[in-house]
C-alpha cells in the first residue's frame, strides 16, 4: 500500500482513522464492526454509491472539469 513515494500525511490520515475506528469500538462495546452493521452502512448508502460511481465516469470520460 504505501511504496517509496509514500507521504507522510497519507500515513497520518490512515493513523488517525485506525484511532477513530478503535475509539469507536470501545465506546459502542465493539458494535461498530459488526457484520449487522457494516451490512446496514452499506445499505443506507447503496444509493450514494452508485451516483458517485456515476460521476467518477463523466470526470474520466472528460466531459465535466473540477
Do not use: K
Request: net charge negative; glycine share 12%.
Amino acid at each position: 500500500m504505501f511504496g517509496s513515494g509514500s507521504s507522510t500525511r497519507q500515513v497520518g490520515i490512515l493513523g488517525a482513522l485506525i484511532v477513530i475506528i478503535v475509539i469507536f469500538q470501545i465506546a459502542t462495546g465493539g458494535l461498530t464492526l459488526d457484520p449487522i452493521n457494516l451490512i446496514n452502512l452499506v445499505n443506507q448508502n447503496a444509493y450514494v454509491l452508485i451516483l458517485a460511481i456515476g460521476m467518477v465516469m463523466v470526470i474520466i470520460a472528460g466531459h465535466i472539469d473540477l
